[in-house]
C-alpha cells in the first residue's frame, strides 16, 4: 500500500514513523525546507527576513523586541536558540512524542522538571510533600474513578468542578492545571473529564520536559528513522488531493501522483486550502472550518547572568483580574533552555522562555497583547529581579494557532478518519489524547487503530 502523509511536524513524522513502521510505502510532502513544523527550532543561519516569513507561515508575529527584530536577527542572536515560541511538553517520560520514539528503539533525552509557583513569595516545587497528603485522597478519587466517570465529567466544565472540590490549595490547583493543559483561561469552557484523561495519561514522570539537544531533535530523530527506513521525505507543496466520487486517490506537487491513501496533518481548518469541500458533506466541513485554537503571548529572555538555582526549573504563575476571556491569566516561566543539555544557550549564556495564556482574538489586539507582556515581565522580575540589566536581547512571539483546535467542551474535536474514503487527518487538531505535541503525536497511534480495523 502507498501512503502520502501531507505535512511534516511531529503528526506527518510520527504518522509516517508508524506506517513505515508497518510495511507501508510512504512518501511525506513538506513544503518548507525544515521539518517540525510549529514544533521547529531557528538559529543564526536564519535571516530576519526568512524568520519573519516564518512567522507569517505559522499565524505568528513578533509586536515587540528589544533591541529591534532586525538586529537581533543581523548578529545579535549570536549562538543562542529559540522555537518559534514558548514550548514545553507534558509529561516528561511518558509524553506521546517519546513513547513513540522509544517503541522505534529511540531513545530522545530529555530535561525533565517539576513546576515551582510565583506568588507572594515563590515556591518550588509548588506542591509541598504535605500539601499532597491533604490532596491525595480527592485527587485519585478524581483519577481513578471508572472510565465511565471521567466521561460523564467531559461535558463539566472545571468552574463546576471547582465549586464542588475546590477549597485551600486544592482550588488554586484546579484553576491552575487545566488551564495548562488546555491553553485556555475560561475556565467555563475548560472540560474535568478531558483534564483528567490528560493528568492520567501522563501520571508517573516529570510534569513537564524539553528535549534535549533542542525541541527540533523530535522531527530530526523521527525523519532520520522513517529515512533509514525507507520513507522519503520530499520538500514540495502539496496543492491538491485528488478526490473524485467521495475518494481520496492522489495528490497534485507540481505532478499528479497516485497513492492508495492520503493523511493531512494541516490545522484542520485549512483541509479545504487542498481538497475540494464540495466533496465532503456540509455538515462536517462546516464544523471544522469553524474550530477554534488557542494562542498565547510568548517572550524569550536572552541572559548573560542567571542565578544557577533556577536553572532547569519551571515556574507558574496566576494573575487575577487580568481582563482576558476567564478573568485570570495563566502563564509559565521556564528555565529548561537554560540548561547546557538542552543545547540552546551558548555557553555562560542562558536562555529564558516565558508564555501567557490568550485566546486567538487576544493574540491579534495590540492593546491586549502589550497587557500581556507586561505580566509576563512582571513574573520574569520577580524570579530575576533586575533581569534587564543581564539582558543581551529579548523578543515577544505571538500565536493565535498554537493548538489547531483548544481543547474546550463547545469545540468537538475531529476524529482522523473523515467522511471521504482513503483520506485521513491527523495533528493537534484531532480528537487524540493530551494536547499541543502529545495531541499532535498521539494523533499517530489512532491512525494506526483506523488503519488495523
Ligand atoms: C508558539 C507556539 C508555542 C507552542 N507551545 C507548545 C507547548 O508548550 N507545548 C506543546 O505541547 N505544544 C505547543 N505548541 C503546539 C505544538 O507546536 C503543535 O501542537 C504541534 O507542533 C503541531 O504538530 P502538527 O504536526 O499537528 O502540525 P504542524 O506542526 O503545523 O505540521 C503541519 C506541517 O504541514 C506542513 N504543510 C502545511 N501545508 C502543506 C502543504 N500544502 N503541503 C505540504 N506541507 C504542508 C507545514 O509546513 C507543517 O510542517 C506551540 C505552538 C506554537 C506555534
Not at 242 to 249: D, L, V
Request: glycine share 10%; charged share 25%; net charge neutral.
Amino acid at each position: 500500500m502507498k501512503v502520502c502523509v501531507i505535512g511534516a511536524g511531529v503528526a506527518g513524522l510520527a504518522s509516517a514513523a508508524l506506517l513505515t513502521k508497518e510495511g507501508y510505502e510512504v512518501d511525506i510532502y513538506e513544503k518548507e525546507g525544515m521539518l517540525g513544523g510549529r514544533a521547529l527550532t531557528i538559529d543564526n543561519r536564519i535571516s530576519y527576513e526568512e524568520y519573519t516569513r516564518l512567522l507569517k507561515r505559522f499565524d505568528m508575529y513578533v509586536p515587540f523586541a528589544e533591541p529591534s527584530l532586525k538586529e537581533i536577527f543581523d548578529g545579535l542572536i549570536g549562538d543562542y536558540k529559540i522555537d518559534l515560541g514558548f514550548h514545553l511538553i507534558g509529561g516528561g517520560e511518558n509524553a506521546s512524542p517519546l513513547r513513540i520514539l522509544s517503541s522505534l528503539g529511540i531513545k530522545q533525552d530529555i530535561v525533565g522538571s517539576r513546576i515551582g509557583f510565583i506568588g507572594e513569595k515563590i515556591d518550588y516545587p509548588y506542591l509541598s510533600a504535605g500539601d499532597k497528603l491533604k490532596m491525595l485522597p480527592r485527587i485519585l478519587q478524581l483519577l481513578f474513578s471508572r472510565k465511565e466517570t471521567i466521561k460523564a465529567l467531559e461535558s463539566v466544565s472545571m468552574e463546576e468542578t471547582i465549586k464542588k472540590y475546590g477549597k485551600g490549595k486544592m482550588k488554586l490547583t484546579l484553576e491552575l492545571f487545566p488551564r495548562l493543559i488546555t491553553t485556555v483561561n475560561d475556565l467555563s469552557r475548560i472540560s474535568t473529564g478531558e483534564t483528567f484523561w490528560a493528568q492520567r495519561e501522563l501520571m508517573g514522570s516529570h510534569p513537564v520536559s524539553y528535549p534535549a539537544g533542542g525541541l527540533n531533535s523530535i522531527a530530526k530523530n523521527f525523519a532520520s528513522w522513517i529515512e533509514n527506513n525507507g520513507g522519503k521525505i520530499i520538500h514540495q507543496k502539496v496543492d491538491k488531493v485528488i478526490i473524485e466520487n467521495g475518494k481520496a486517490s492522489g495528490i497534485s506537487a507540481g505532478h499528479e501522483k497516485y497513492y492508495d491513501v492520503i493523511i493531512s496533518s494541516l490545522p484542520v481548518q485549512d483541509t479545504f486550502s487542498i481538497a475540494d469541500e464540495r466533496e465532503f458533506p456540509r455538515e462536517w466541513a462546516e464544523k471544522v472550518k469553524n474550530l477554534e485554537g488557542s494562542g498565547s503571548v510568548c517572550a524569550y529572555y536572552a541572559l548573560n547572568e542567571l542565578n544557577e538555582n533556577l536553572i532547569g526549573k519551571a515556574f507558574v504563575f496566576i494573575e487575577r483580574n487580568a481582563d482576558v476571556e476567564g478573568n485570570d491569566a495563566v502563564g509559565m516561566v521556564d528555565f529548561k533552555m537554560a540548561s547546557p543539555e538542552s543545547g540552546m544557550s551558548p555557553p555562560g549564556k542562558y536562555m529564558v522562555q516565558a508564555y501567557v495564556i490568550c485566546t486567538p482574538d487576544e493574540a491579534k489586539n495590540m492593546k491586549k497583547v502589550g497587557m500581556l507582556r507586561t505580566i509576563l515581565d512582571k513574573y520574569m522580575e520577580k524570579l530575576v529581579p533586575r533581569y534587564e540589566k543581564k539582558m543581551d536581547w529579548c523578543i515577544y512571539p505571538v500565536i493565535w494557532h498554537l493548538d489547531g483546535v483548544a481543547k474546550t467542551i463547545d469545540n468537538e474535536k475531529p476524529a482522523v478518519s473523515t467522511p471521504v474514503k482513503n483520506f485521513f487527518i491527523v495533528g493537534d487538531s484531532t480528537n487524540a489524547k493530551g494536547v499541543g505535541i502529545n495531541c499532535a503525536a498521539d494523533s499517530a497511534n489512532l491512525l494506526m487503530k483506523e488503519f488495523r480495523k
